[in-house]
Every structure is written in C-alpha cells, then in structure tokens.
Nanobody, 125 residues
Framework: QVQVVESGGGLVQAGDSLSLTCTAS????????VGWFRQAPGKEREGIAC????????YYADSVKGRFTISRDKAKNIVYLDMNILKPEDTAMYYC??????????????????WGQGTQVTVSS
C-alpha cells in the first residue's frame, strides 16, 4: 500500500508563489494517477489538479487553471504542484492523493484511494 506524504506548505503573501511536493513511501507513485485537493475551514474538499500515471494528461479546476501547474518526475518519485499568483482564497489544507484506477477531469475524491495527511497553505492579503 502506498503511503502518500505532502510537503511545502507555508505562509505567503498574496501574489507570491509556492511549490508543494507529493512523495510516497513503501511503493513508487509511477503506477498511480495523482491528484491535489484542498479544503478550507467550513468548506467542502475541492479537487484542484491531477496528473495521469503517464504524466501526459493533466486536469485542473477552474479556480486554479492558469495559476497552478501539476507535474511529475518519475525518476524522483515526486509529483509537484506549482502555485503562482496566490490569493487569500487559496488558503486551505492541501492534500495529495493517489489513484490506482482511472481518473476523470472532474477530479473527484472518490476516484482516489490513498491520501496524505495534508500541508497547510495560508495566503495573507
């Protein structure tokens, strides 16, 4: 069973950039699609980006499209989420998740099997 771990969260100002990383222990991420989700206090969890196992296909939520980029480095067993032009409304706990089946452009939580503990991103105005 793959154990997913996120890192890279922190406190930044509006307009800044931040990069999150997702790694795995116990097993390679190579065979999994990987998604990034976020959940702000009092709000539902939102799927914001995902990359297929091949790394050739990516999907984004409208809320982050054009500002966030997901990518994977199979040699390093890492999936990145590069976040630019951050806004206060991006403040949330960010989660990485791996899926051992097919994923869709809707980036639905139910499609993902293995979840990390989350990393907090706070954007001040």
């Amino acid at each position: 069973q793959v154990q997913v771990v996120e890192s890279g969260g922190g406190l930044v100002q509006a307009g800044d950039s931040l990069s999150l990383t997702c790694t795995a222990s116990g097993q390679s991420l190579d065979d999994y699609a990987v998604g990034w989700f976020r959940q702000a206090p009092g709000k539902e969890r939102e799927g914001i980006a995902c990359v297929t196992w091949s790394g050739k296909v990516t999907y984004y939520a409208d809320s982050v499209k054009g500002r966030f980029t997901i990518s994977r480095d199979k040699a390093k067993n890492i999936v990145y989420l590069d976040m630019n032009i951050l806004k206060p409304e991006d403040t949330a706990m960010y989660y990485c998740a791996a899926a051992d089946g097919a994923v869709t452009s809707a980036i639905l939580s139910d499609e993902y099997n293995y979840w990390g503990q989350g990393t907090q991103v706070t954007v001040s105005s």
